[in-house]
């Protein structure tokens, strides 16, 4: 058996007391993770969140309010990953907690509108003052980072909330009794997505863009639902017969991405961290047939250089898509 934390769990987390609350990842820097709960402060047990930049060999420990309650959600700002969103209740209302300097600081926002325990926050990867929400009470959604809020349904409550990061208009929640919804329009209308889905309880979604949609139910289960969507029977489509690869790879601070199309068609090129989060984009544009290439000098879409690790490469015609992994050192 082995005995380096590759094939066993290693408890990394120790003087914290939590229910299952949130963790994120720094996208920018791989060593940097968040995870939320509570802690005992002054006799109470209080809304927390704990930062590692070491990969968990220490902790900071934040607690964040003196009111009695708990933490269940976090999510960073992806063009500045030192603004972070925790979410959760104190003194039985919903709470939501910010920082904008990586947690020297913290301020509780008023989140007017806001109702229910908060458990799942989603922050839009590109505008990044949008802001989901899911609760005890339904999804909601603000436009203001954080200030205000508009209910955007209920479902009997909600427990998880993913924006795909490829299509930032669709929406998915995981419900508290009614499984899955789903909107392509940012909330304004759902649609019940739970076609083969048994358990009614959803609280955890994952997605690995264009092809997977990932549910962790109450029931102890995880589902997988394809996203892929094919050419209706009858009609043609144009097959680029694209190819895509990366030199070189592993890659020391960058790399160039070369592909060829037979055909002329749209094509997004991306790179995505293990978690599923957009990192860049490099390429998103209507390209002609022939051979093309892209570097990626191994920073976001903000311009920060992100940590060394393994990045998936994702490459969308109007037929195909290809995914492949590129490992990044410095």
């Given at each position: ?115 229910g325990y908060v458990y ?74 739970n076609d083969g889905l ?11 863009p264009g092809d997977y ?118």
């Amino acid at each position: 058996m082995s005995t380096d934390g590759g094939s066993v769990w290693t408890e990394i987390d120790t003087d914290y007391y939590g229910d299952g609350g949130g963790m994120a990842s720094n996208p920018t820097d791989s060593d940097t993770y968040w995870t939320v709960g509570r802690a005992l402060n002054a006799g109470s047990y209080v809304m927390a969140a704990s930062k590692t930049t070491n990969s968990g060999s220490s902790w900071n420990r934040y607690p964040l309010a003196t009111g009695t309650g708990m933490a269940y959600s976090v999510d960073l700002d992806p063009a500045n990953p030192d603004i972070v969103y925790v979410g959760g209740y104190e003194n039985s209302s919903a709470a939501i907690y910010k920082t904008e300097n990586g947690g020297t600081s913290w301020s509780k926002l008023s989140a007017s509108g806001l109702s229910g325990y908060v458990y799942d926050i989603a922050v839009d990867p590109v505008e990044t003052n949008i802001i989901y929400a899911a609760t005890s009470q339904g999804v909601y959604r603000s436009s203001d980072t954080g200030a205000s809020w508009s209910e955007k349904g209920s479902f009997g409550g909600c427990e998880a909330v993913l924006i795909d990061p490829e299509a930032r208009e669709t929406i998915y929640v995981g419900t508290s009794n009614a499984g899955c919804y789903k909107s392509d329009d940012s909330g304004d209308t759902w649609e019940e997505f739970n076609d083969g889905l048994s358990e009614s309880t959803v609280q955890v979604l994952a997605i690995d863009p264009g092809d997977y949609l990932f549910a962790g139910t109450d029931g102890g289960a995880v589902y997988r639902y394809g996203l892929g969507v094919g050419v209706e029977s009858g009609q043609t489509a144009p097959v680029p017969e694209s190819s895509l690869c990366a030199a070189p790879n592993p890659a020391v601070g960058s790399t160039t991405l070369r592909y060829s199309l037979s055909a002329a068609t749209p094509l997004t090129l991306t790179i995505y961290d293990l978690s599923g989060r957009l990192v860049a984009t490099l390429v998103d544009s209507h390209l002609e047939a022939g051979e093309h290439s892209v570097v990626w000098n191994g920073t976001n879409d903000a311009g920060f250089d992100v940590g060394p690790g393994i990045y998936l490469t994702r490459l969308q015609t109007s037929s195909e898509v290809i995914t492949g992994k590129l490992v990044l050192t410095r």
